[in-house]
């Protein structure tokens, strides 16, 4: 199931449904389980529909493609609304485990049970959907005059253009004009946004739930109290090394832009680090580059890749991309993936209709039709993504054979770790057995070479914490929609320490042009990965008999490391997480420890450096 529809199968359960229950004998264990061998099996076939709706939609975006979609999520959520409300009969039994387990998945389900409002959620949620695939910005010629694009004649740019520009533009007026750009395709869905809000927070409140933000922490096998808790917890471990990388960045982009860069509150302007959303900064590695590192020269991996690629198609060139990706499963153990996902797979963005760039991943059977939806360039990113997303795929497919309500990740945050945890891998050793770098960098490099790392790992995580921190406040009601802009801003200022180049307001609606806003895809998953992928990647190393440094750990071709990866994978949602996670690394919590002793030698060398610049560490925020 395309993970986004997995997430949309969330329903809900009228109060009035109760009383409707006829008063029968109490229900027997056979009961429960012929009930939920139906769920199953109708839920399987409902979501199988919605998957292959939301996938032409995704892929061909059009009114009708969008109705379409639309309509295939709403017979899902009806269908699941009317199970949870018919599950209330089995509620508090003694089941068997599994059986207890999956209706326990089931009741984390919550939307409108008037079918009028849930027509006009799945309506309100596709079309957010389209409004971002749709979303571009054109340049007037003088804007674009003297910049390199490959835009269509209009000088139309979608987020796909706009990555490489933001990445490679080293001009803070060009950088701030793209970012100003982009920004404008999110007001349009403002007023939709806040209908989405109320639709969803209905249905979540007819469930029980106090609203959808209590819903989404509802799914991680504890409270959702102990969720946020655990968020913290982490957090607090690992925000004092978020700091010294800041400080360490802002004083080498000063170096370079000067008072384009400089602010007197300490924050740095967020056009400026590589990224759309300022969420990852590898990108601006060449310009916050040690200088002390030898002779050392960091390799520029898209020259390597375009280079060992070739002069084919951007079609051609797209699946070679994947195929590294594939490559580093196979070396596991993994068996490759099946031809239909090269036939089905969008690798490119087509010429000629609008789709959603967004990267994903899809199992459109829930058994083997796996597809890959991108639309690749090649480049450092994309390499990088295709690990990411490729991880899906193969968790996907190695839990196919469980039954539906465990066909999913251990939690979200795993199903988002798997890839990246791979992706550590791609280590000079490794890049040096592709011949994509002819030789292995002698032991100075590695303090640059964690810095390239921690540019997109560390520098994601209070952007992977504040979205649901953001959203969380939208569903409790906290933020008011008149407050959407403004507490956006507030959260971003607080804990990446960014600030938007050109004044803000509320005409404004900033949260909306960051994918999984309109997407509807919760986002707190993505900060546990963080720390969850430097827990696989250690027990990987470990299984491996891997001895040295962990941040010149590669697993690749490690036979061990796959057979471990695997029973975690096939496991699905069979069982807590904390079960899970305990057979794969012998913890059975979130855990910053390996993250942070990866890291350890970069975050001594950034005191270090911090303290001789005398870079004062922090910055002011009105709300801090
Ligand atoms: O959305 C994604 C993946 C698809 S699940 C490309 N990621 C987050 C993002 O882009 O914001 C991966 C990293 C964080
Ligand atoms: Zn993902």
């Not at 400080?247 to 680090?273: E, S, T, W």
């Not at 050109?502 to 609606?509: C, G, K, L, W």
């Not at 005191?607 to 870079?615: E, F, G, I, L, P």
Request: charged residues 25%; aromatic residues 12%.
């Amino acid at each position: 199931m395309h993970l986004k529809s997995a997430l949309l199968a969330v329903a809900f359960l009228p109060v009035f449904a109760v009383a409707q229950t006829p008063k029968t004998a109490a229900p027997t264990v056979a009961e429960a389980q012929a009930f939920m061998d139906k769920a199953e099996t109708d839920l399987l076939a409902l979501a199988n529909e919605a998957g292959r709706a939301a996938w032409v939609q995704a892929t061909f975006i059009t009114d009708d493609t969008e109705a379409i979609a639309a309509k295939a999520d709403e017979r899902l959520l009806t269908r699941t609304n009317e199970l949870v409300i018919g599950a209330r009969r089995f509620k508090g039994m003694k089941l068997p485990p599994d059986l207890d387990r999956k209706f326990m998945l089931l009741r984390l389900n919550g939307s409108p049970t008037d079918p009028k409002l849930v027509a006009e959620l799945t309506k309100v949620s596709t079309s957010l959907d389209g409004m971002y695939g749709k979303g571009k910005y054109c340049r007037t010629e003088a804007a674009a005059a003297g910049a390199s694009t490959d835009g269509d004649q209009k000088n139309c740019l979608g987020i796909d253009d706009l990555d490489v520009l933001m990445a490679k533009s080293r001009d803070p007026k060009e950088l701030q004009e793209l970012w100003v750009g982009w920004h404008k395709i999110s007001p349009p869905m403002r007023e939709k946004y806040a209908r989405l809000v109320e639709l969803s927070n209905q249905g979540a409140r007819e469930f029980g739930f106090r609203d959808t933000g209590e819903l989404w922490r509802s799914g991680y096998d504890m409270t959702p109290e102990q969720f946020s808790a655990e968020l913290e917890r982490a957090w607090t471990q690992l925000e004092p090394l978020y700091q010294e990388l800041h400080a360490y960045v802002r004083f080498k982009l000063i170096q370079k832009y000067g008072a384009a860069a400089d602010r007197p509150d300490g924050m740095i302007p967020a056009h400026l680090l590589g990224n759309m959303w300022a969420q990852e900064w590898g990108n601006v590695y060449d310009i916050v580059a040690p200088t002390d590192a030898g002779s050392f020269k960091m390799y520029d991996l898209e020259a390597a890749l375009n280079k060992q690629i070739g002069p084919v198609s951007p079609l051609e060139a797209g699946k070679k991309l994947t195929k590294y990706g594939e490559g580093f499963f196979t070396s596991l153990g993994f068996e490759p993936l099946p031809a239909t996902f090269w036939e089905r797979s969008q690798f490119i963005k087509p010429r000629d209709r609008d789709v959603v760039c967004h990267a994903s991943a899809w199992n459109v059977d829930n058994d083997l039709d796996l597809r890959l939806k991108m639309c690749i360039k090649v480049n450092a990113d994309d390499f990088t993504t295709v690990h990411h997303e490729l991880g899906h795929n193969f968790y996907q497919r190695a839990y196919r054979k469980q039954p539906f309500f465990f066909r999913d990740g251990a939690n979200d945050g795993f199903h988002e770790a798997i890839g990246d945890s791979i992706a550590l891998s791609i280590t000079p050793d490794y890049l040096k057995q592709l011949n994509l770098i002819d030789q292995i960098p002698p032991p100075e490099a590695d303090i640059p070479l964690q810095l390239r790392t921690a540019l997109d790992k560390i520098a994601f995580l209070p952007f992977g914490l504040l979205i649901d921190k953001w959203r969380w406040q939208v569903f409790s009601g906290q933020t008011k929609p008149e407050d959407f802009n403004r507490a956006w801003w507030e959260l971003r200022e607080k804990y990446q320490g960014v600030a938007p180049p050109v004044q803000r307001s509320e005409a404004d609606f900033d949260p909306g042009a960051k994918y999984h806003i309109p997407g509807n895809v919760p986002y707190a998953r993505y900060f546990l990965a963080r720390v969850y992928q430097f827990q696989f990647y250690k027990a990987m190393c470990d299984a491996s008999g891997y001895k040295g440094p962990l941040n010149r750990c590669s697993f690749y071709g490690s036979k061990e490391a796959g057979a471990k990866l695997n029973t975690m994978l096939e496991a699905g949602r069979s069982k807590p997480w904390q079960e899970t996670l305990k057979a794969m690394t012998g913890t059975d919590h979130l855990d910053a420890g390996p993250m942070i002793e990866y890291f350890q030698p970069l975050y001594t060398w950034l005191r270090q450096q911090n303290a001789a610049n005398k870079v004062t560490v922090g910055w002011k925020t009105e709300s801090k």
